[in-house]
Structure formats: structure tokens, C-alpha cells
């Protein structure tokens, strides 16, 4: 393993090859409140790279992130100069990740070349959000698997489905016998959804769609997992406790628990949603191309407004929810949303994994509440009531407790 070498870092390296980014690089971390350490750091990381840059002989117009994952992976581990600081492998990556974003930002890099799969998957996006209304991270994550898909069958040559075997189609899906099954019913999802794309534009896909392999589905009788009216309070005064960014943490547990949001919908939400005059709250949903305006319960309001009044950096940023560790101020996403939840269930000594159970809980606990499910349905923001369903199926002993006696003392 090769020894780091803690030497003495450079604050400015006028002769260095992206010299001219320098500037913008050391906005962005100002801007993004980067304590003084990790900006050392982070030049140290950006220094060493142009030294690399100029020794390959690549220009400055022509850094590309191919260069990036070639510095990072083949050069990094190897190299021994003592000119630099040879800090933690993550710091470079995070900091050759944020050159990249400043370098595009400003102008100063080549934009990655297109190949045909790139821009078969570029139009298969946009078709996903235009047609289909796909969430963000629906379409990443369907065009990724397309993208190996597309690559196995044609590496760089032209996309022709006419070549694609019912073998190729289904030892893709199936993988080479270990892969699980919600996987695989993951991958059929996304290439059928692709096919579906191909079909709009005209292509006979029809040989393919038939090819597609039959995967078995989870048990739809059983029933989804809630947590009961202790576990919910509970899971709630789990934020009472005095521990950094409590107040951010604990809004955010109301907005899921209270309006049952989806992470991706509590990471989304602004300042500009909320009518404090008019006690609604508009929720963009992450899953569509509409918004839904609800009412804003009192406790939520309340922990919003906690937060943001007593905790919340000063940002231009207009997200309600935004980083207080560098880069300050920016959103947060989902993962962060997550991440709030399963701190608390740590500390409650749980070992559930999944946020969206407090979605179940809402739509159980409005339907015994007696709430009618066209309404629940709404709440839930759903467009379909089988969706609905399938949220508040609950146990014998429920239905029992609700049942009503048959007239007549028939029994």
C-alpha cells in the first residue's frame, strides 16, 4: 500500500494548468460555506490534478470525466510525489466532482462526446418525463439499466432491435440464475417500458415483448407493515431529544408521518408551497406532472416554522429543507430525508429500514378512523383507488372488530 505523504499544502499554484478555474472553484467553496480545512483540501486534490493534466498532455478544453475516473482509479493509487497532499481518496473524489461541476458551469471543459446510446437514452428520457410524467429518479435509474442493456447488445454499433434474440432479452432479466426476483421484475419493468418508447416511434417490437420472461410476484395477500398509535408517538418524541439539527429532523418527520409524504416529496417541498394564510400546502408529486395542494395540519406548520425561524441557514435557496454542512444552504434529498428516519429508528432500537411505512400508517389509521377511501385516495395522492387498496389492507382481527351484525340474528 502506498504511504501518504502529509506535505506541506499549496494555497495558490499560479502555473498550474487549470489555474484559470481557480477563481470560480474558490467562489463556489466560499459560497458553500467549506470550513478552511477541507478547501485546503480540496485545492490540494484540484493542484494535483492539473500537474497530472499537463504531464498526460490533455489541455484544459479537454478535460472530460473520463480523465477524472483515470486520475482517480490508475494515477492516485500509485503516485509519489512529494509535492502535494496525499489526503483521504475521498476528498479528491469530492473535490474533482465539484471541479467538474464548476468547469461545466463556467465554460471551461469539452462536453462528453454522444454516443448512439447516449442519445437513444437522451430522447428515452425525455419521452419518460413528457409521456409518462416519470420522477427523476425513476428515469435515472430505468435509463441505467437500459444503457447495460443496450451496451451488452451493441457495445458502440448502431441500435438495431430487430438483432436483440428472445435468449438476449431474458438472460439479461434473469441474470446468470442468482438474481432475486424483485430485481428482475425491475429490469422487465424498464426494458418493457422501453419497448413501450420504441413502439411509439413506429418499431415492430412485437417479437420482443413476447419474449419477455414471466417472474413470479411477491404474495399479494400479505399485508403491508404499519406501526400502531404508540409506535407513532413513539417515533415522534424520538426528535425531543437535544441532538444537532433537531428541529430540521423533526419537521421533517411531521411532514412524513402527518401528510404522508414521500421522502422525495419532503426534500422538494419550498417555501413558496406553503399558504400560511390559508393553512395549504402544495405537494409537487415526484411520481407525475401534477400538484396537489392539501391542508397544512397545525403540528406541521408548527415544526416547519420551528425550524425555519430558529434553525434554518441563511440561503437564497428557496427549499425548505437545505444542508447546514457544506455545501451550506443547498436542498437536501431524499437520501438525507431517509437517512432523519432511520437515525430515529436507531435510537429507538429498531430495526426497520423503509420510510415509506409511515405512508401505510397514515392511509390504515384514516381508514379506521372510518375515513371513505375516495378520500383517503386523495389524500394519498393517488389517481387510482386499487392503488389506495393495496395501502390499507388490513389483519382478520380488524375486520372483525368493524363487522357489522347480519339483520335478522343470522349468523
Known sequence: MRTRLCMRKLT???????????????QTLIEGRYVPDIQGR?????????????????????????????????????????????????????ALQLLERVMQAHGFAVPKPT??????????????????????????????TIKRFLSKCFNSQRIDLANISPDDLERFILGDGNRGSSSARWISGSIRCYLRYRQLLGDDV???????????????????????????????????????????AFAIA????DLGLRSS????????????????????NRKGRRADVMPLLAPTGEAIANYV?????????????????????????????????????????????RVHVLRHTLATRLLSAGTPMPIIADVMRHRSLSTTVIYTRLDTAWLTAVSLAWPGDIQ
Open 12 to 26: 495558490d499554484d499560479p502555473g498550474n494548468l487549470l489555474a484559470p478555474v481557480f477563481p470560480a472553484y474558490r
Open 42 to 94: 480540496y485545492f490540494a486534490a484540484v493542484f494535483h490534478f492539473g500537474d497530472w493534466l499537463r504531464s498526460s498532455g490533455i489541455g484544459m478544453r479537454l478535460v472530460r470525466h473520463e480523465h477524472v475516473c483515470d486520475f482517480l482509479q490508475n494515477h492516485l493509487p500509485t503516485c509519489t510525489s512529494k509535492r502535494h497532499t496525499h489526503s483521504d481518496p475521498k476528498h479528491y473524489r469530492s
Open 265 to 284: 416529496e419532503v426534500a422538494g417541498l419550498t417555501l413558496d408551497d406553503i399558504d400560511w394564510d390559508l393553512g395549504t400546502i402544495r405537494v409537487a
Open 309 to 353: 425561524q430558529k434553525e434554518r441557514p441563511s440561503t437564497t435557496c428557496r427549499n425548505i429543507f437545505v444542508r447546514t454542512s457544506a455545501p451550506v444552504g443547498q436542498p437536501v434529498g431524499r437520501r438525507a430525508v431517509q437517512a432523519t428516519m432511520l437515525a430515529a429508528y436507531d435510537r429507538l432500537g429498531w430495526d426497520r429500514s
Open 115 to 144: 454516443t448512439a446510446i447516449d442519445a437513444e437514452l437522451q430522447a428515452f428520457d425525455i419521452k419518460m418525463k413528457q409521456v409518462w410524467g416519470y420522477a427523476d429518479s425513476t428515469r435515472s435509474a430505468r435509463c441505467r
Open 206 to 248: 412485437s417479437h420482443l415483448m413476447r419474449a419477455m420472461p414471466t417472474l413470479a410476484r411477491a404474495n399479494p395477500s400479505a399485508l403491508p407493515e404499519v406501526l400502531n398509535d404508540a409506535e407513532v408517538a413513539a417515533l415522534l418524541n424520538a426528535f425531543r431529544g437535544d441532538f444537532p439539527r433537531w428541529r430540521r
Open 254 to 257: 411531521r411532514c412524513l408521518i
